[in-house]
């Protein structure tokens, strides 16, 4: 692969992890190798930390902490602006860098792991007035830097959840430490590069390779930690949260999803089908967002069930480099091998396959469609991560709003009608962090997050920057039953 020519002495095999404005040798010898899930080449290679090096980095952030405090916010935002600017920059670069550690087809890769990424962070940049002091009568109320962050990223959307969480803690006032995933860790090596040359100063951004039982727990259970923000699967957040009780340690996590598709008797069948798979399709289904399950009007169950013979038909599995490739692989043999089990136990517990199963070979898998899927069974209460759609039928709003909720999570999801007042007042009585309404479009400058076991907290926008702060109170002197004015 081509690499930019600004930075083209970047290596595809690392030996270091970016501490403290520097390339620092990994203080534990072992490495991991990276591979492309399309063909099952190497694609480099990356330290695999350990709790040392995680205790480094934390030491340099904590060190470069109250230096970056103290700097004025237009400076913080103009450091973060350098940055983000060479990431923008160097945009195809890394869209075909994360199609390749991610399988994700490269043209959607353009468009959302980096074009969405990219909208995430200036939403951000948009949104640093909620760090404005506040005065209620003789109160300043001030949002303080929470201090040293903990960011552990996935390996689904990578740069989107890098830049969601960095660019508002940054813009807050705190210091990071980054550990991406040990499956997709080179773009997160070439943001570091990018760092290397940007405005940011040594020690507020740092990067340390390695995986969730040597690096993430590390973080996560250090007294030098201040905030952990994790995303990943709801068994890894119980053990992070765990981890960061023992000091108390604020955390934000955003887990798994089961969201659900409603489609309303009067509303049009085939847009909100179409769009609904299309949504469920997105990265192979590797998607926490992902609308699994699409809940119909029981009598139009048949008419749906075509519309999606029809439309999978036509969605091309295979190379992610390829133009016209529709889906990718998954990102691991295992992934694959829960994904088949996923659905032979849905039809052991009764599903029926509208759109079978059918081996492809390598990692990569079609898509899936069962109907007769009822809220019992797995298929409509755990999340599969694969190309999978359950059909569920629905006897009128009541009963979608019911099924919508009868799950642990409450991530996203969606509610088509003919009426947008009919669909928004559906959405409302669901128990979801956010829910598009008649295909209205995610807005980066919203807050996202979900109810349930989909997490803690929320990312984006101003709440997002909000979730890196603490709140202080200033209470200034009252005479004669006036408030002095308030200074600072």
């Given at each position: 692969m081509p690499l930019e020519p600004s930075i083209s002495d970047f290596s595809y095999d690392l030996k270091e992890h970016w501490i403290g404005g520097a390339w620092a040798t990994s203080i534990a010898p072992a490495a991991d190798r990276v591979f492309n899930p399309a063909d099952g080449g190497v694609l480099g290679s990356v330290p695999r930390g350990g709790a040392a090096d995680a205790q480094a980095a934390l030491a340099a952030a904590a060190a470069a902490l109250?230096?970056?405090?103290?700097?004025?916010?237009?400076?913080?935002?103009?450091?973060?602006?350098?940055?983000?600017?060479l990431v923008e920059a160097d945009a195809a670069f890394l869209a075909e860098l994360v199609s390749r550690e991610v399988g994700t087809p490269v043209g959607l890769s353009r468009m959302v792991q980096v074009g969405l990424a990219l909208d995430v962070a200036r939403a951000a940049l948009d949104a640093v007035s909620v760090l404005d002091d506040q005065r209620r009568g003789n109160s300043v109320i001030r949002r303080v830097p929470a201090g040293v962050v903990a960011a552990i990223i996935p390996w689904n959307v990578p740069l989107i959840l890098t830049l969601q969480k960095v660019v508002p803690a940054l813009l807050a006032g705190c210091a990071v430490v980054v550990k991406p995933s040990e499956l997709t860790p080179l773009h997160a090596?070439?943001?570091?590069?990018?760092?290397?040359?940007?405005?940011?100063p040594a020690g507020v951004l740092n990067i340390v390779f390695g995986d969730g039982l040597g690096v993430g727990a590390a973080l996560a259970s250090s007294p030098l930690t201040d905030l952990v923000s994790f995303t990943g699967s709801v068994r890894a957040g119980r053990s992070v949260a765990a981890a960061a009780a023992a000091n108390l340690?604020?955390?934000?996590?955003?887990?798994?999803?089961?969201?659900?598709?409603?489609?309303?008797?009067?509303?049009?069948?085939?847009?909100?089908v179409t769009?609904?798979?299309?949504?469920?399709?997105?990265?192979?289904?590797?998607?926490?967002?992902?609308?699994?399950?699409?809940?119909?009007?029981?009598?139009?169950?048949?008419?749906?069930?075509?519309?999606?013979?029809?439309?999978t038909a036509g969605y091309v599995v295979g190379d992610p480099a390829a133009p016209g490739t529709d889906l990718g692989p998954l990102i691991t043999a295992e992934a694959k091998a829960r994904v088949v089990a996923a659905c032979e136990r849905g039809l052991a517990q009764g599903a029926r396959a509208v759109v079978?199963?059918?081996?492809?070979?390598?990692?990569?898998?079609?898509?899936?469609?069962?109907?007769?899927?009822?809220?019992?069974?797995?298929?409509a209460q755990e999340e599969i991560f694969g190309p999978v759609v359950s059909i569920m039928a629905h006897d009128g709003d009541e009963d979608a709003v019911?099924?919508?909720?009868?799950?642990?999570?409450?991530?996203?999801?969606?509610?088509?009608?003919?009426?947008?007042?009919r669909a928004g007042a559906v959405a409302r009585r669901v128990r979801s962090g956010q829910l598009e309404v008649n295909g209205g479009p995610m807005n980066p400058a919203a807050p996202f997050g979900g109810f349930g076991h989909s997490g803690i907290g929320r990312e984006c926008g101003a709440e997002g920057i909000d979730a890196f702060c603490e709140l202080q109170a200033l209470h200034y002197p009252v005479e004669g039953g006036r408030a002095i004015r308030a200074r600072g």
């Open positions: 109250p230096g970056w405090m103290a700097t004025p916010l237009g400076e913080r935002s103009a450091a973060v602006r350098s940055w983000l600017g090596a070439y943001l570091a590069r990018l760092a290397e040359r940007s405005e940011l340690t604020r955390v934000h996590l955003e887990l798994g999803g089961k969201s659900a598709s409603l489609v309303l008797d009067d509303a049009d069948l085939t847009r909100a769009a609904s798979v299309d949504q469920a399709m997105f990265n192979s289904g590797q998607a926490c967002l992902q609308w699994s399950r699409l809940v119909v009007p029981r009598d139009r169950v048949a008419e749906a069930e075509e519309l999606v013979r029809t439309l079978p199963y059918r081996e492809l070979g390598g990692q990569f898998v079609a898509p899936v469609v069962f109907g007769d899927v009822t809220e019992d069974m797995d298929l019911r099924l919508a909720n009868s799950t642990r999570y409450g991530l996203h999801g969606s509610v088509w009608s003919a009426d947008d007042e």
